[in-house]
């Protein structure tokens, strides 16, 4: 099966913003695969499966703050597509703040639909969305800490990069 072009990823992302936009989280939802998996890197969470994905829209769309975005950088590679933006939203003040955010989409070519979202945000609209989300979104179903699954690293990776270019690095004793 052939991969995704750009465009057809930004196209399946329009749809997808479109329903968030309109705060539709059941149109939002018709965006993704059956089993999505996103991570929230500022709060160090992973959220899985279609329940607790809706869970996350239901709490994030409803009290959006206004949120405005345009984009810095669109990048891709097979089947992901990379979105950084600069974003403003209105706090509990009423002032409009401006924050940063980075997406990597991951999406599935057969479906023609997001599978992932792993979102960097700055500590302005990690506020924001902490704030939606609630004290009580860490103990949902569904959701669980990065750490718990992720790999544990014992050599930095540009080791073998280096050697395979023919400048290895000089070990400094660890």
Known sequence: MADLTKKEMEEILLAHEIAELEQDVEATMATLVENPHYELVFFGLQVDGRDAIREVYKRILND???????????AVAPNTLIREAHMTFTDDDGERINGLYLVVMSFDPETKKISGERMYQDPNFAGLMAKNLGPDFENLPGVS??????PTIEVH???????????PIKAVAR
């Open 64 to 74: 959006a703050g206004g949120v405005a975005a345009e984009k810095r950088v669109h």
């Open 145 to 150: 800490r990065i750490g718990d699954s992720a």
């Open 157 to 167: 990776d540009a080791f073998k990069y280096a050697e395979a270019a023919g400048t």
